[in-house]
């Protein structure tokens, strides 16, 4: 992973976003979204980016389990990390384009509501991490319960905004799931939505990474005094 | 002379023209108002070169981060501590 391609890639898709995102055409079908369409090349990727970093955090949690070593558990914990960066920058932008196209920050939609629970139960994972004296414990215990924190964010982000209905786009209970219908996203919009979720998630791995490496120049350092 | 690299003059040179492209105005003649790309859609592309400008400043941040984690990484490798 030390590579740098996979860095330019993620400079070039993010400047890529960050200009087409506002040039590219988009369908204006009637007065309420208008413009603000376009925070779905920084608002939603967010939501991919966090995703993706905590399905790697609980990956290296499950290796953790098995192998008992440290690295593992210094991989899932920077990935749960960042993972939460990211999904407290889609919450606040959610809330900021909410207020102009539903009234109001906090309208207690399904997939808002399912959105904080789900950031809290990862809220829960460093409040537990910080709660033991004991590394090995505190290793294996957090490993066990990011488990089911992975198991809960599918059903309060996918699952539970299904069930009634949502403001947020094909919400309309059992028929869709609110704020997934790529197929209805116009061609010319959807050639600037995924490069964009790939560079905001290439940019999360990132700077996971670097902290990653922080920690173990730190702990290097720890070892030798 | 150290610090003053290629990249930095290249950076620099290319934001000065750019300002210099968004100080070129068209006037429409009935209302005086400017029409050039940069005045169009309700100046809405006055926001893109402000977030390109925001994203290019962070990606420039990590990058250097980056190197200072590589360049402490060297060091322990090669056994200087």
Partial sequence: MNKAWWKVLCVLLLLYTCSMGFLVKIPVLDGRLQQSIRNLYFHVPMWFCMQTLFMVSVIYSILRLRKQDWKSDLYAVEFARTGLIFGLMGITTGAIWANYQWGEPWSGDAKQNGAAIALLIYFAYFILRGSFQDSEKKANISAVYNIFAFAMLFPTLWILPRMTESLHPGGQGSEGNPALNGSDLAPSMRMVFWPAVFGWTLLGVWIATLRIRLQKIKLHYATLQ | ?81
């Fill in chain 2, 1 to 81: 002379m150290r610090h003053f690299n290629k990249f930095k003059v290249v950076l620099v040179s290319g934001l000065l023209l750019f300002s210099f492209y968004a100080l070129a105005q068209n006037m429409d003649l009935k209302t005086e108002e400017p029409t050039d790309f940069m005045h169009s859609n309700g100046k809405i592309f006055v926001v893109m070169v402000v977030v390109i400008t925001i994203v290019t400043g962070l990606l420039i941040y990590v990058i250097n981060l980056d190197r200072k984690i590589r360049k402490l990484e060297k060091n322990i490798l090669s056994g200087k501590v």
